[in-house]
């Protein structure tokens, strides 16, 4: 059986269409990758000016206040593009950042809670949550500063 003019077309034409598809294939992928890198530097970017931007009074207790400190860090500094491959070292990362989380959480507290909370040396950031709260109930000081 002799090929049909198809077959013999395909067969000539084959390699030039899957040059052409894999080309467009490529810039395709290539686009979307720009648009989600330039999506994930906006989203950095966000967390970013969140982390500076937080207090106390936006949380209304040091428990809600420390979360949104330590989501907002690491929106900023562990961006959600690395997690495929950070995932081993994530929380190492979690580690180093936590105290600039506690500097900053400590910072935005009242000077007084600020001072009893570094006093007793916590040594997570939910514990100085912990020590904040507690100081802040017995001083009858609001949340809402």
Request: glycine residues 2%.
């Amino acid at each position: 059986m002799e090929p049909t003019y198809l077959v013999m077309f395909y067969k000539q034409n084959l390699p030039l269409f899957s040059v052409t598809q894999r080309e467009k294939r490529r810039r395709t992928l290539l686009a979307l990758t720009r648009a989600e890198a330039e999506e994930q530097r906006i989203i950095s970017d966000l967390h970013h000016q969140m982390f500076l931007s937080l207090n106390l009074s936006d949380a209304g207790d040091p428990f809600t206040f420390a979360k949104l400190l330590q989501n907002a860090s690491e929106g900023w500094l562990l961006p959600r593009e690395f997690e495929s491959w950070l995932l081993p070292q994530k929380c190492e990362a979690r580690r180093f950042i936590e105290p600039i989380i506690m500097e900053l959480f400590l910072a935005r507290l009242p000077e007084q809670t600020a001072g009893w909370t570094r006093h007793h040396q916590p040594a997570t950031l939910i514990e100085a949550a912990h020590l904040a709260s507690k100081h802040l109930t017995c001083h009858n000081v609001s949340f809402l500063i």
